[in-house]
């Protein structure tokens, strides 16, 4: 059994960072695919980065430039840091896992977290 235990999401000023936090209990972290996604109100859920197992990462063109995705395998964790935040970055973000290789336009990912909540004021 999986878990993902997403935290870090706050309110922050457009142009402020944040740095959000997956950590992994239940499994091997190294032979995972991990990849971040969100969902704003009324809108569908959209990815935002994945890193997959050999370290390779992929990345939204809204966010290329400005997130980095990132992993500790001491840790079972997986880290998003976002940079020069916008009002439209604020959603509900979500970490996900697969066995499989998996990218950001791939939604159906064997597991999921309960999101953490990130909103940027103008």
């Known amino acids: 059994q999986v878990q993902l235990v997403e935290s870090g999401g706050g309110s922050v000023q457009s142009g402020g960072s944040l740095r959000l936090s997956c950590a992994a209990f239940g499994y091997m972290y190294s032979t995972y695919c991990m990849g971040w996604f969100r969902q704003a109100p009324g809108k569908e859920r959209e990815g935002v980065a994945v890193?997959?197992?050999?370290?390779?990462?992929s990345y939204a063109d809204s966010v290329r430039g400005r997130f980095t995705i990132s992993q500790d395998g001491a840790k079972n964790a997986v880290y998003l840091q976002m940079n020069s935040l916008k009002p439209e970055d604020t959603a509900m973000y979500y970490c996900a896992a697969d066995i499989r290789r998996r990218t950001i336009t791939n939604m159906f990912w064997d597991y999921w977290g309960q999101g953490t909540q990130v909103t940027v004021s103008s």
């Open positions: 890193i997959d197992s050999d370290g390779t990462t």
